[in-house]
């Protein structure tokens, strides 16, 4: 019960990682606002934590919207204030696929749709929330961004994608800097190959762009394969939601109260070779 009538926000809640946050946070007694775009998705989450964890002590307030519309993230932010007054926990899963387009191929809508949801609306709505998260009494409060191990080196992802997903690593520096003497901690999940529908969600947004044309990138050597989840013999080597979620739920946890700017990478040792 490390998370008892704590406020949390999930941003991007409904599949994968965040779906999962959401349920290991309800099992430890939060009051989870849970925020996505994908209505169809939200309802499945009510009827599998019904199904899963009917017995969870925590409270779900699904909030549906899309965090790059700024009318929704005012909105979900009215909500908090409204309803609980604060937020203890925000956690930014939400996150979306280039579907590896390298620079040549990468036009601006899909540069701008991927940058959006990955880094500028993370700023937009980490900042509107700060009067709600800066100097907590007690335990602080805390933010937490999933960003990738794809924001630490090239990888095979595309161009805007690894762009993105390094630039989120400046942004929870740079808010761990500035306010960690307003106890506020901020810290980042690098996950590696995880087990998701994110390449289905990329794939049903985008169905008339080509998935991983890389033109000649070399995919299947062994860094690369790593990147698609199997080792250079074909081993799977992916990870689970739940797994992002632990670590998710690690950084939150007011035991680690020295824990601020840290990258934490979950990746079954994919970077350790
Ligand atoms: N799956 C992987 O292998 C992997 C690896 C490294 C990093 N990541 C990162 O992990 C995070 C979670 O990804 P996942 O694999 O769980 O993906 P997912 O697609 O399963 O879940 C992402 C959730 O975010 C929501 N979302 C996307 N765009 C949104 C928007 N504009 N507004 C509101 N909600 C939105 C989706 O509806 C979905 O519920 C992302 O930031 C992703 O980049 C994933």
Same mark, same amino acid.
């Given at each position: 019960?490390?998370?008892?009538?704590?406020?949390?926000?999930?941003?991007?809640?409904?599949?994968?990682? #965040?779906?999962?946050?959401?349920?290991?946070?309800?099992?430890?007694?939060?009051?989870?606002?849970? !925020?996505?775009?994908?209505?169809?998705?939200?309802?499945?989450?009510?009827?599998? &934590? =019904?199904?899963?964890?009917? +017995?969870?002590? #925590?409270?779900? +307030?699904? !909030?549906?919207?899309?965090?790059?519309?700024?009318?929704? /993230?005012?909105?979900?932010?009215?909500?908090?204030?409204?309803?609980? #007054?604060?937020?203890?926990?925000?956690? @930014?899963?939400?996150?979306?696929?280039?579907?590896?387009?390298?620079?040549?191929?990468?036009? +601006?809508?899909?540069?701008? @749709?991927?940058?959006?949801?990955?880094?500028? *609306?993370?700023?937009?709505?980490? /900042?509107?929330?700060?009067?709600?998260?800066?100097?907590?009494?007690?335990?602080?409060?805390?933010?937490?961004?999933?960003?990738?191990?794809?924001?630490? !080196?090239? *990888?095979?992802?595309?161009?805007?994608?690894?762009?993105?997903?390094?630039?989120?690593?400046?942004?929870?520096?740079?808010? =761990?800097?500035?306010?960690?003497?307003?106890?506020?901690?901020?810290?980042?999940?690098?996950?590696?190959?995880?087990?998701? *529908? &994110?390449?289905?969600?990329?794939?049903? /947004?985008?169905?008339?762009?080509?998935?991983?044309?890389?033109?000649?990138?070399?995919?299947?050597?062994?860094?690369?394969?790593?990147?698609?989840?199997?080792?250079?013999?074909?081993?799977?080597?992916?990870?689970?939601?739940?797994?992002?979620?632990?670590?998710?739920?690690?950084?939150?946890?007011?035991?680690?109260?020295?824990?601020? #700017?840290?990258?934490?990478?979950?990746?079954?040792?994919?970077?350790? !070779?």
């Amino acid at each position: 019960m490390r998370f008892e009538n704590k406020v949390a926000l999930v941003v991007g809640s409904a599949c994968g990682m #965040g779906n999962a946050t959401v349920k290991q946070l309800l099992r430890e007694g939060a009051r989870v606002v849970a !925020f996505d775009n994908r209505a169809d998705a939200m309802d499945d989450l009510a009827d599998e &934590i =019904a199904d899963e964890c009917p +017995d969870a002590p #925590g409270t779900l +307030d699904p !909030f549906i919207g899309d965090v790059t519309d700024k009318e929704a /993230r005012e909105g979900v932010l009215a909500h908090v204030r409204e309803t609980y #007054g604060s937020i203890d926990e925000l956690c @930014y899963v939400a996150g979306t696929l280039d579907l590896m387009c390298p620079a040549h191929k990468c036009d +601006d809508e899909l540069w701008d @749709y991927v940058m959006d949801v990955n880094v500028t *609306s993370a700023f937009k709505l980490i /900042r509107d929330a700060l009067p709600m998260l800066l100097d907590h009494e007690g335990p602080a409060a805390n933010v937490v961004i999933v960003g990738s191990v794809g924001g630490l !080196f090239g *990888s095979t992802a595309g161009t805007a994608y690894i762009t993105s997903k390094h630039a989120v690593l400046g942004l929870a520096k740079s808010l =761990a800097w500035s306010y960690h003497l307003r106890n506020l901690r901020v810290n980042v999940v690098n996950p590696g190959a995880i087990m998701t *529908s &994110i390449l289905e969600n990329a794939m049903e /947004r985008w169905p008339d762009r080509d998935i991983m044309d890389l033109d000649g990138n070399e995919l299947y050597n062994e860094k690369g394969a790593v990147s698609l989840g199997m080792d250079a013999e074909g081993n799977n080597m992916m990870g689970d939601a739940e797994d992002i979620a632990n670590a998710i739920c690690f950084c939150l946890d007011d035991a680690n109260k020295y824990l601020c #700017g840290a990258e934490i990478t979950v990746d079954g040792g994919w970077t350790s !070779f």
